[in-house]
C-alpha cells in the first residue's frame, strides 16, 4: 500500500476512517435501477471499496491529485475508472454518453449545495443520489413545511426525488474531526410525475420567496409582475416556509397562467 493521503483543508477533505460506517453509507445507496454509480471524492477510497463489491459498475470522480494517484495504485478494480477533475465542472456524457448512474459520495461541506444544485438539473440521468453531507444540509433537504430549516433546497428536492434523512455521524470517525457532525441522507426520483410548470420557473419562484421569507408571497413575488387578483390567492397572505413543495408547484402553475 502506498503512504496516505494528507487532508488538504483548502478542499475541505475531512477522511472517514471507520469502516463500519463508511460500508453503511455505500449501503445507503440501495438498489439501484442503472448499471453504474459514480463516487464523488473518494479520497482513499474507504468507501469504495464497499461500493466496488455490489453488482453495478462503480466510478469515481476526485479532484485532488494525490487520491487519485493513492486509487490507481491501491485499487485495481479502478483501472479506467477514476476520472480526475472537478464534478461541478464536468460532463457526465463524456463517460456515461445517455446512460444513467447513480450518485453518492462524502461530500465536501464547502461545496454540497452546489453539488445537490448540480443533481437537480441532472435529474433525467440521476435516478438516485445519496451520500454525507454537513448535518445541517442533510437536515435541510428533508425538511417538511414550517421548521426553520426548511427553505430552497427542501422544496426543489423534494419536488424532484423522495427525501430520506437515514442516519447522523460523529466528528470523532473523521481526520481530522470536523467542527460539525455530518448526516447521511438518500433521494430517489419521482418516476412518471409531471410539475405542469416550467422547472426553472418554479426554481426562481422559490428562490425569489425564500429570499424575502419575511414577506408575505404577495410582496415577496412583486416582480414576477402579477395581476391585481394575486391578493386573492389562498397563499398570497402566507409566507414561504408555511407551503409544502406540492402547493410551491400549484402556485408556480398559477403564475404561468396569470403573468402579465
Known amino acids: 500500500m502506498s503512504k496516505q493521503v494528507r487532508a488538504k483543508k483548502h478542499l475541505g477533505q475531512h477522511f472517514l476512517k471507520d469502516e463500519l460506517i463508511a460500508e453503511k453509507i455505500a449501503d445507503s445507496i440501495g438498489d439501484v435501477p442503472c448499471k453504474y454509480i459514480l463516487e464523488?471524492?473518494?479520497?482513499?477510497?474507504?468507501?469504495?471499496?464497499?461500493?466496488?463489491?455490489?453488482?453495478f459498475e462503480t466510478f469515481v470522480i476526485e479532484l485532488d491529485l494525490e487520491s487519485v494517484g493513492y486509487l490507481s495504485i491501491n485499487y485495481s478494480k479502478l483501472k479506467n475508472h477514476i476520472i480526475g477533475g472537478d464534478f461541478l465542472k464536468w460532463d457526465a456524457s463524456e463517460v456515461f454518453g445517455k446512460e444513467e448512474y447513480a450518485?453518492?459520495?462524502?461530500?465536501p461541506y464547502n461545496i454540497s449545495s452546489q453539488i445537490v444544485f448540480k443533481?437537480?438539473?441532472?435529474?433525467?440521468?440521476?435516478?438516485?443520489?445519496?451520500?454525507?453531507?454537513?448535518?445541517?444540509?442533510?437536515?435541510?433537504i428533508c425538511a417538511k413545511e414550517g421548521s426553520k430549516v426548511y427553505g430552497i433546497l427542501s422544496v426543489l428536492c423534494q419536488a424532484f426525488y423522495d427525501v430520506e434523512y437515514l442516519f447522523t455521524v460523529d466528528e470523532s470517525v473523521f481526520v481530522?474531526?470536523?467542527?460539525?457532525?455530518s448526516g447521511?441522507?438518500?433521494?430517489?426520483?419521482?418516476?412518471n410525475f409531471e410539475l405542469g410548470c416550467s422547472p426553472s420557473r418554479l426554481k426562481d419562484i422559490v428562490k425569489g420567496a425564500f429570499n424575502q421569507r419575511r414577506k408575505t408571497l404577495r410582496n415577496a413575488l412583486k416582480r414576477f409582475n402579477l395581476p391585481a387578483e394575486v391578493t386573492e390567492q389562498w397563499w398570497a397572505s402566507k409566507r414561504a416556509e408555511q407551503?409544502?413543495?406540492q402547493e410551491f408547484v400549484e402556485l408556480t402553475n398559477w403564475v404561468e397562467?396569470?403573468?402579465l
Request: hydrophobic residues 40%; positive net charge; without cysteine.
Open 40 to 55: 464523488i471524492g473518494p479520497g482513499m477510497g474507504v468507501m469504495t471499496k464497499y461500493l466496488l463489491e455490489k453488482k
Open 184 to 191: 447521511v441522507m438518500r433521494m430517489v426520483r419521482k418516476e
Open 103 to 107: 450518485l453518492i459520495g462524502n461530500f
Open 243 to 245: 407551503l409544502t413543495w
Open 119 to 140: 443533481t437537480l438539473e441532472q435529474r433525467d440521468k440521476i435516478p438516485v443520489f445519496a451520500g454525507m453531507f454537513q448535518k445541517e444540509v442533510a437536515e435541510r
Open 257 to 259: 397562467k396569470h403573468e
Open 176 to 181: 481530522p474531526p470536523p467542527k460539525v457532525k
